[in-house]
């Protein structure tokens, strides 16, 4: 059956008026998995069996004519860092490749009550650490555009997956940008929530003040629906906060109105963003123009503080949140040493790859008693001073443009794995919403002349998702979805 | 120079396990003695992924400590996070309170002989405990039930000089836990544990030594003791010409000596940071004043008012507030009785160590105590009749006066009904009044016991002595 031409609402719809069963729709998509998968690699764990049991079980609660939720019976994936009790999950890591958690995420547990089909557990950056899913300790994950490219990360497979049609959506994390820089490098829509509007409960802790999970999919729509399933104040996360309207998707079909979209002039004349990225927003800022927007110039000064500043905070609360994996209470435990400090050192050692033992002792030296102040401290003011800086941009502004990348995918293995180098300067433009707890939207901006898919990214105040996905709603709608993988190929 | 020309400057960092019903960051129970790891949870075992929720009790508990040793409660405390790897602690840091605690700037008032001495305390934080390790021949178990229980730690400054001053410290810490029903402050279990830190100096100086922290005693005969050894090495190497090392020691309890278990160059470095699970607490002047208004008396404020208005002694005060069953008991006693200071004897000779030492049940009532002090201070009695009375009351409760008459125990003070008996006992005992008058005052105990003997023992005994004298003076 064709499910990549139609969006989740529309599934949901099929399912009820019994055009397609669940059980087909889920079989549609392994058939698509058993087809791209070899190549494009995006799940560490495949649930066939449990997905079919599900659709199954959808199927005949559907037949007795019970009502379901809206995402009952369509398959998704998860990133790895998600808690399924009973389901292996690996965070892309040696050090928990037979990890099997007694309990399930909060997320998990919400879309086990919609009645989801789960595919599987998506691949991903070691324990999120990265940002073009390399760094998995199973295997890459090719970026389904050109799969001789990266997927971005750390939630790649997940972006994978849905841009593959591979899942018909995924969840995944996002700490400093891992849930809308794969969704850019792949073509998808990938949201960041307000810090807190969804629990972290039961998603493996890289950094407490910065990690928030997010939907995956294809479409602005989706993605509103699939937040109004996740959106739930959860009395056990202490971050957890309340939303403040009913519905996202009614929010996302509200009318335009004239809202004041903001124009960082200083990230577009940074050197390292392409000219074709640079110039696929200069055309989406004109389109919004052109509906009604006010494009409004501000002035943002703290990007490059913001990468120092990002990297000694997720590295310090990573440094702390990682020592549980020590190969006594949690991890594959070393067989090289008898004492306790053998055990942890082999463990570790062993257990743990570059990129995460690089983080881990940043962490660990930025919080010194000696370094405390230079850098811990003085990171978290960066923090408040990138706050304020954007609370005052928003009395004024309803949101902000930028990219998210300053290219699209790049070659796999062509960045190299050293700190201070190109690597991590890509990451910055979705590091302010990051520090700063407020929610962004990625959305695809178009694709290059190569055909790889680019991403832009609004930005807005705590809260504001509804007006967020009201823009890209009217983006998306004039511009259509993009053309999947198969049809660029085609 | 000689230990009577030092000084040992000491500060305590008390641990007080909390009787909250749940731990400090989930749902799991606090109940001590359950099977190994029956009381644990995802949060307690630092699952990827779980997470701390405060839990307010052990705030209100903070609060209770903080007022009852006058300390500021702070508007805004926050939890910082402990880093260090042991295996009886699963996340590898421990969820506590650096920077920011909950508690500042209180004190206690301990009697130093006749004087109050006030030891301030620097801070109380909440916390939480962390597992316990249970070794094997063939290895070690972890037990991860003590995991997330919560614990205030009581920081004092160094203002405590003796051992004495230490243990008196220590002592109003646990009645003040018990007052404020925030734990059982047994040390036994180790729901108070204690650290000291100790200095020596010589008399007069003002600057400090060196300091040693000792870890971990868990009585107070042995903080004690321990202090003592302590202060006795540290003098020792100061007179000879050694060097005191900062370093942390433990105390031994079979030889009474500390020793060595890393110096400061071997310190760990926490890597303290706030924890990013958590979010501050707030405290409001209401909650505050609710929580005020909730508390006992203390034992400081009864102590007072029982050596203005019952006239006791600052000592017998200190002894009787010290547990706040047995000053509650003394409290509804003395409603009973016009004879307070005869009720405190009572208590503090006979009925104390049933609530010191933690016996169940205290059988005798409250108001027979009060009638028992009233028929003794009214001469109704006397005394060996009023603790042969007593013993039966600590067997099974009863009315002393309905007992005295049923039993005709009255103390007789009639001089017409002892004339006979007297008179009796100096015909009787002939060979001690010859020994009483040749100057040997003990015999009259024989003529005594004789009298009280005839009367079962219910003469009045000091009446009967002076009319044996005066009936020997007259016939001789």
Known sequence: MDYRSMQLQQLADGLRARDFSSRELTESVFAAIDKTEPVVGAYITLTRDIAMKQADRVDALLSEGRELPPLAGIPGALKDNIATAGIRTTNASRMLADFVPPNDAFVWRILRQQEMVLTGKANMDEFAMGHSTETSAFHRTRNPYDTSRVPGGSSGGSAAAVASGEACFALGSDTGGSVRQPAALCGIVGMRPTYGLISRRGVTTFSSSLDQIGPMTRSVRDNALLLDVLAFFDEKDAQSVARRTDSFVREADAPFGQPVIGWPQSYFELNDLRGDVKALLEKARDFYASIGARIVPVDLKTLDACLAGYYIISSAEGFSSMNRFDGIHYGRRSDGGNSLEDIYFHSRSEGLGTEVKRRILLGCYALTQENYGDYYLKAAKVRTIVKREFEAIFRTCDAILTPVTATPAWPLGSHPEEMGGGKYSNDRFTLPPSLTGMPALELPAGMTGEGLPVGMQLIGPRFSEGALYRLAAAFEDAHGLLPTPEEVKA | ?476
């Open chain 2, 1 to 476: 120079m000689s230990l009577q020309d030092y000084e040992s400057v000491i500060g305590l960092e008390v641990h007080v396990e909390l009787n909250t019903k749940h731990k400090a960051f989930c749902e799991c129970s606090t109940a001590f003695g359950a099977p190994p790891n029956s009381q644990v949870c995802p949060v307690c075992l630092a699952m990827p992924g779980a997470l701390p929720v405060l839990n307010r009790e052990v705030v209100d508990s903070a609060i209770k400590a903080g007022i009852a040793t006058h300390c500021t409660i702070e508007h805004f405390s926050r939890f910082d996070r402990k880093n260090y790897f042991y295996p009886d602690l699963p996340k590898a840091y421990q969820i506590t309170q650096n920077d920011f605690p909950i508690c500042t700037n209180g004190y206690v008032e301990v009697a130093a002989g006749e004087n109050l001495r006030r030891i301030r305390i620097s801070q109380i934080h909440m916390e939480e405990d962390a597992g316990k390790l249970i070794h094997h021949a063939d290895g070690t178990e972890i037990d991860c039930n003590r995991c997330g229980v919560p614990l205030l730690e009581i920081v004092s400054e160094p203002d405590a000089r003796s051992a004495e001053e230490a243990v008196a410290y220590l002592r109003k810490l646990r009645a003040m836990v018990r007052y404020t029903g925030i734990s059982d402050g047994r040390m036994n279990e180790g729901s108070l544990r204690c650290d000291v830190n100790l200095s020596v100096r010589k008399k007069g100086e003002e600057a400090f030594g060196t300091r040693v922290e000792i870890k971990n005693i868990n009585s107070f005969n042995f903080v004690a003791r321990a202090i003592e050894s302590e202060f006795k090495r540290q003098v020792d190497l100061l007179e000879n010409d050694g060097t005191i090392v900062q370093e942390t020691r433990r105390f031994d309890e079979k030889s009474g000596q500390t020793y060595a278990m890393r110096s400061k160059e071997n310190a760990a470095d926490y890597r303290y940071f706030p924890d990013p699970d958590l979010v501050p607490v707030r405290v409001t002047d209401e909650e505050i004043e609710e929580i005020r208004t909730s508390i006992p008396r203390m034992a400081d404020e009864r102590s007072a008012f029982y050596t203005d208005v019952y006239k006791l002694t600052a000592y017998e005060a200190e002894r009787l507030t010290e547990d706040k069953e047995m000053s509650d008991f003394f409290e509804t006693a003395v409603s009973h009785t016009r004879y307070p200071k005869t009720l405190v004897s009572l208590i503090l000779a006979d009925i104390s160590p049933l609530f010191t030492e933690e016996m169940a049940e205290v059988p005798v009532s409250p108001s027979s105590l009060g009638s028992l002090s009233d028929l003794l201070g009214d001469d109704e009695i006397n005394s060996s009749t009023g603790r042969r009375i007593l013993k039966e009351l600590l067997v099974k409760d009863f009315d002393p006066v309905a007992y005295v008459k049923e039993h005709e125990l009255a103390q007789i003070n009639d001089r017409g009904v002892l004339q006979p008996v007297v008179g009796a006992a100096v015909e009787a005992n002939a060979r001690a009044v010859k020994d009483f008058l040749s100057g040997k005052e003990t015999a009259l105990r024989a003529i005594i016991g004789f009298v009280m003997k005839q009367t079962q023992g219910r003469a009045n005994p000091v009446l009967a002595e002076t009319m044996i004298r005066e009936l020997i003076a007259k016939a001789n």
